[in-house]
C-alpha cells in the first residue's frame, strides 16, 4: 500500500489505533466497565491490522483496525470516555492524560452516524 491510500485510510472516523483502542479498553475497565473493555480488546486481537506501506516504520502500537462496533456501543465509549476525561486528574497507568481519546471517538460516531463532513452515509444528507 503506498502513503497516499494508507493516509486516507486511516483518516477515516470509524479507522482508529491499537493505542487508542487498548488505552480506551483500560479506562473503561478502570471505571468498570469490563464488557465495553472487552470489545474494544478484542479489535485488535481478532481483526487484521490495516495493511502499512513497505517503508512504515512504527511499532505495533501505530497498528490501525476498522472497527466494525454498532453506533450505539461507539456512543457508549465516547460518553463513557467524555465523563470520565472531565476529572482532570483522570491519567492512564502510564501517567499520560485522555488528551485526543475524547475527540477521536466522538469522530467515530460521528462517522457511524453520518454528521461527519467526510462519512460515506452522509450522501444524500443536507449540509
Same mark, same amino acid.
Given at each position: 500500500?503506498d502513503? $497516499?491510500?494508507?493516509r486516507?485510510i486511516c483518516d477515516?472516523? @470509524? #479507522?482508529?489505533?491499537?493505542?487508542?483502542l487498548l488505552?480506551s479498553?483500560?479506562?473503561?475497565? $478502570?471505571?468498570g466497565q469490563?464488557?465495553?473493555a472487552?470489545?474494544? *480488546?478484542?479489535?485488535?486481537?481478532?481483526a487484521? &491490522?490495516?495493511p *502499512?506501506?513497505?517503508?512504515h516504520r512504527? /511499532? &505495533?502500537e %501505530? @497498528?490501525?483496525? %476498522?472497527v466494525t462496533?454498532?453506533?450505539? #456501543?461507539v456512543?457508549e465509549i465516547?460518553d463513557r470516555i467524555a465523563?470520565?476525561?472531565?476529572?482532570?486528574a483522570r491519567?492512564? $497507568?502510564?501517567?499520560?492524560g485522555?488528551g /485526543?481519546? #475524547?475527540?477521536?471517538?466522538?469522530?467515530? #460516531?460521528?462517522?457511524? @452516524? /453520518?454528521?461527519?463532513p467526510?462519512?460515506p452515509?452522509? @450522501?444524500?444528507?443536507?449540509g
Open positions: 500500500m502513503w $497516499s491510500a494508507y486516507a477515516r472516523g @470509524d #479507522v482508529l489505533s491499537r493505542w487508542l488505552h479498553a483500560e479506562l473503561l475497565e $478502570s471505571a469490563s464488557a465495553l472487552a470489545r474494544l *480488546r478484542a479489535i485488535p486481537a481478532q487484521a &491490522a490495516l *502499512r506501506p513497505a517503508d512504527g /511499532g &505495533a %501505530t @497498528d490501525f483496525f %476498522t462496533l454498532e453506533l450505539a #456501543v456512543r465516547h465523563g470520565l476525561a472531565a476529572d482532570p491519567r492512564l $497507568s502510564n501517567g499520560r485522555l /485526543g481519546m #475524547v475527540e477521536a471517538w466522538g469522530e467515530c #460516531v460521528a462517522w457511524l @452516524d /453520518g454528521s461527519h467526510r462519512s452515509l452522509r @450522501d444524500g444528507k443536507d
